[in-house]
């Protein structure tokens, strides 16, 4: 191990979403200094929403997040109607599965192609890898755009959808646009597969962490929609009582808050939800993961982007499922009535747990609204994993090597740092 | 996912249905009574990123329709076509989005871009385009596929 001390400085993390930089200084030889600086600027949306309507809250949190509005959606209408006292259906439920389907299968299918799978393969972007590997990119563009499909089927529109209101859908779906859609998934299952297949066949960096995964759980579903928080040290409790169990503060280094659990970091995403409900995958996604070798629960957090691919791959085969199943309502929401209340709501975006609060007043208005997003619950656990595998590769390589390994660990929690802020300039310094 | 078989020639509008990023959508209504459906297929497309290959796929004439800050004189018209565009393809600087310049990028290396390629650019800047401006990017649009119909034997407008 080397003695020598410096800084590394990433300026503008590339291939994420949202702005934010890494400091790192390095000092004889260990790191002294570490941290993931989130500058974005605050943008501030729990506070826009106080005084709004309650029926104004899906179209405004939509426009968080141009990857993942269905997250906020559902989070945001299931914590309105935990007020209101509006009980989900059969039809609604299967329906925002559907959706939340969608929203998987986009935002995971870009997280793979566009944004890592750079970082495993040796290119610098993806524009570069579909050079050596067109066939593979245009695969991801295709899935890519069957989840804008099914988003659009429901939400009238990929980016920012408008079809979503308290209590369900503005209307139901017509028979023949189902009929459409299932069939271009059912063509489209197979390259699923292969992606689950290839996802295994890269060269993933070794490196087993001592963390804590948290997601939705006890679902009887593999979750998305619904269930309690769960964890791998054991915890289950009700969605209501996050604020007893997890606590946010501020960094001066971030504009985003960060996130604890009893004063520890963790985990969120696609590995913590597979580490923690691989009993309740489909037989055929269960088949598959089974068949790639790694034994989940996986305590290399590289193992995310295999554990994203099963993930799209069971999207994939729940929205057959409900597709197949779909009977058109003519009652697609609920009308609910305002009232005094305090709700919450969660739901598994396609980064993690996200949470919502809401507080409403006589007149339906927003008195209060918290909003906590699981790039803000992964940022101590991003740091704490740049300091486990920055040491486990060695501090002594090369500057540039080092700042690539930085990189490629911080994009494999496909951090979103827009909606965190509410991500990477890599600053090393070495002293 | 395409459920009906689209024209060779496509007229794509980008931006955002929301001022101030709006010209391509007011340009793509100004622009949808002008032709045969089955001739020229005109979408307004709100910031499409990669999908835009999806909607050139198949194509023999993409014309393409944005806003650009260049730093030119406001109202400039950009038109672009051949090697003119391989300086906006190589130009991809984007951290964390997949604009037009990284999206027509992945599509050369997947061997993906149309046959013929155009891109009709209006120069902007904090204004709101004047609606004279819009009618002129309207008719220069509307002269580049005229001349797209012709070289394929087609139909001109309705």
């Known amino acids: 191990m080397t003695e020598r001390s410096f800084n590394v400085n990433i300026p503008v993390l590339t291939r994420v979403e949202g702005e934010g930089a890494l400091d790192l200084s390095i000092e004889k030889g260990q790191i002294s200094e570490l941290r993931l600086r989130i500058f974005e600027p605050p943008r501030l949306f729990e506070k826009f929403l106080e005084g709004r309507s309650y029926m104004e809250v899906p179209d405004m949190v939509a426009r968080i997040c141009g990857i993942c509005p269905v997250a906020y959606q559902m989070s945001a209408t299931q914590a309105l109607e935990n007020i209101l006292g509006l009980q989900p259906g059969p039809w609604l439920s299967a329906m925002r599965r559907l959706f939340y389907c969608g929203e998987w299968i986009e935002s995971h299918s870009m997280h793979i192609h566009l944004l890592a799978a750079p970082d495993f393969l040796g290119f610098s972007n993806a524009i570069d890898l579909a050079g050596k590997y067109p066939d593979i990119v245009r695969r991801g563009l295709r899935l890519q755009e069957a989840g804008n499909a099914i988003i659009r089927l429901l939400g009238g529109r990929s980016v920012h959808p408008v079809g979503v209101r308290v209590g369900g859908f503005w209307r139901a779906p017509s028979t023949s646009d189902v009929a459409s859609l299932l069939e271009e998934l059912q063509t489209l299952l197979p390259e699923a597969e292969a992606l689950v297949q290839w996802t295994a066949t890269l060269p993933l960096p070794d490196g087993q962490q001592d963390f804590e995964s948290v997601s939705l759980g006890n679902a009887g579903e593999y979750p998305m929609n619904q269930g309690r928080i769960v964890s791998s040290h054991g915890l289950d409790i009700a969605i209501a009582d996050f604020e007893k169990e997890f606590s946010e503060s501020h960094v001066p280094h971030s504009t985003a808050l960060h996130c604890h659990h009893q004063g520890q970091d963790y985990l969120v995403g696609p590995l913590a939800r597979m580490n923690l409900n691989f009993s309740t995958l489909p037989d055929s996604t269960h088949k598959l993961a089974i068949a790639t070798g790694i034994s989940f629960p996986s305590a290399n957090v590289f193992h995310s982007i295999v554990a994203r691919a099963l993930e799209l791959h069971l999207a994939m085969s729940e929205a057959i499922r409900l597709l197949q199943g779909y009977e058109p309502s003519d009652s697609p929401y609920q009308q609910g009535t305002p009232r005094t209340g305090i709700g919450f709501g969660a739901t598994e975006a396609p980064r993690g747990l996200l949470w919502h609060r809401y507080e409403l007043d006589e007149t339906g208005s927003i008195v209060s609204a918290r909003i906590v997003p699981p790039t803000s619950q992964n940022q101590a656990r991003m740091e704490a994993d740049l300091r486990t595998s920055l040491n486990h590769f060695g501090l002594d390589k090369p500057e540039a090597q080092l700042r690539q390994h930085a990189e490629t660990v911080i994009r494999n929690y496909d951090p979103c740092i827009s909606c965190a802020t509410h991500f990477l300039k890599l600053k090393i310094q070495h002293i | ?158």
């Open chain 2, 1 to 158: 996912m395409n459920a009906h078989i689209h024209p060779s020639v496509r007229v794509l509008c980008i931006g955002s249905p929301h001022e101030p990023d709006n010209l391509g959508f007011l340009a793509a209504h100004t622009l949808m009574g002008h032709f045969n459906p089955d001739q020229v297929e005109v979408l307004a497309l709100d910031r499409p990123g990669p999908r835009l290959i999806e909607h050139m796929r198949g194509a023999k004439t993409v014309i393409l329709v944005d806003a650009v800050k260049s730093g030119a004189k406001p109202d400039t018209l950009h038109r672009l076509e051949g090697h003119a565009l391989d300086g906006l393809i190589a130009h991809h600087t984007s951290s964390h989005g997949f604009g037009l310049a990284e999206t027509l990028a992945l599509a050369e290396k997947m061997g993906e871009l149309p046959p013929h390629l155009k891109f009709l650019g209006l120069e902007v800047d904090k204004e709101k385009p004047s609606s004279d401006v819009i009618v002129h990017l309207v008719k220069a649009v509307t002269e580049e596929t005229r001349k797209a119909l012709g070289s394929s034997g087609q139909e001109n407008l309705r």
